[in-house]
């Protein structure tokens, strides 16, 4: 059993390296002369204005949210497949059960990721740039959660929302930054299973979550209070659900398996 799952924490070892050494494609090559451009033009009160949003998202759907969340998908259901598929993997460890694990945090992903497409193309052929702030940040919530459960975590005390902001930063950095803020996410979700306090301020952490967000947003965000043009918003709803999908993913799967061993 410990060397099937050492062998597997190797593998995802192997996929947050990559994550972590990623190069731009094509597309962000192309892409980010035209965002440059856009973001040297933002004034100084529109980045402001999109940092407060992002904040006060964050406050309010972890204040009173979460519970219209989980009206998106069967919380007992994913929590139930996850309990199985645990039992099974005390009982039989091997590719097929490690697999199965990965089902519904997989699917959340591909759904999340397609739905903010839609919802960012929507509203950005309409000229809503700012509006739909809310629904990004319960999209970007919901694909956390969702995964989460997957992999038999819950996201509701303090120290676990701590530790979401903590993904959704270190997913959306680049270069030393997001190296840094990678062994920060491990040291958290360390002192999290060990039953040590964090000394964390969860305020802090969503001022740090929203600056990155809002930063990783800003050019697309402008555009898209544009009518038609701003459709271009979609694609950076799916890339940043992606990244933090992908990411998540190795994290909590790596935080599961490093508990079973």
């Given at each position: 059993?410990?060397?099937?799952?050492?062998d597997?924490?190797?593998?995802?070892?192997?996929?947050?390296?990559?994550?972590?050494?990623?190069?731009?494609?094509?597309?962000?090559?192309?892409?980010?002369?035209?965002?440059?451009?856009?973001?040297?033009?933002?004034?100084?009160?529109?980045?402001?204005?999109?940092?407060?949003?992002?904040?006060?998202?964050?406050?309010?759907?972890?204040k009173?949210?979460?519970k219209?969340?989980?009206?998106?998908?069967?919380?007992?259901?994913?929590?139930?497949?996850?309990?199985?598929?645990?039992?099974?993997?005390?009982?039989?460890?091997?590719?097929?059960?490690?697999?199965?694990?990965?089902?519904?945090?997989e699917?959340?992903?591909?759904?999340?990721?397609?739905?903010?497409?839609?919802?960012?193309?929507?509203?950005?052929?309409?000229?809503?740039?700012?509006?739909?702030?809310?629904?990004?940040?319960?999209?970007?919530?919901?694909?956390?959660?969702?995964?989460?459960?997957?992999?038999?975590?819950?996201?509701?005390?303090?120290?676990?929302?701590?530790?979401?902001?903590?993904?959704?930063?270190?997913?959306?950095?680049?270069?030393?930054?997001?190296?840094?803020?990678?062994?920060?996410?491990?040291?958290?979700?360390?002192?999290?299973?060990?039953?040590?306090?964090?000394d964390?301020?969860?305020?802090?952490?969503?001022?740090?979550a929203?600056?990155?967000?809002?930063?990783?947003?800003?050019?697309?965000?402008?555009?898209?209070?544009?009518?038609?043009?701003?459709?271009?918003?979609?694609?950076?709803?799916?890339?940043?659900?992606?990244?933090?999908?992908?990411?998540?993913?190795?994290?909590?799967?790596?935080?599961?398996?490093?508990?079973?061993?």
């Amino acid at each position: 059993m410990k060397k099937i799952i050492n062998d597997h924490l190797d593998k995802l070892e192997k996929k947050e390296r990559k994550i972590l050494n990623s190069k731009k494609n094509m597309l962000d090559e192309k892409l980010e002369p035209f965002m440059e451009k856009v973001e040297s033009k933002v004034p100084e009160n529109v980045k402001s204005t999109l940092n407060a949003a992002f904040c006060k998202s964050f406050q309010l759907v972890f204040k009173n949210g979460t519970k219209y969340i989980e009206k998106l998908y069967n919380k007992v259901k994913i929590q139930s497949e996850h309990n199985m598929n645990d039992f099974k993997l005390n009982t039989s460890v091997n590719r097929k059960t490690l697999k199965k694990l990965d089902k519904h945090a997989e699917k959340a992903s591909i759904i999340n990721s397609s739905i903010s497409v839609i919802e960012g193309a929507g509203l950005g052929f309409l000229g809503m740039g700012l509006p739909d702030i809310p629904l990004f940040t319960a999209m970007i919530l919901k694909t956390i959660y969702e995964i989460s459960l997957s992999y038999g975590f819950v996201y509701d005390l303090d120290d676990e929302k701590i530790y979401i902001l903590n993904i959704i930063c270190a997913s959306l950095s680049k270069g030393e930054k997001q190296r840094i803020l990678n062994e920060r996410v491990d040291e958290i979700s360390a002192k999290i299973d060990n039953h040590i306090l964090l000394d964390n301020k969860l305020e802090e952490e969503i001022s740090r979550a929203s600056k990155i967000l809002s930063d990783s947003m800003l050019a697309s965000k402008f555009v898209q209070g544009i009518p038609v043009v701003g459709a271009v918003g979609s694609f950076t709803n799916y890339k940043i659900i992606n990244k933090i999908s992908k990411y998540s993913t190795i994290k909590y799967k790596k935080r599961y398996l490093n508990n079973k061993k």
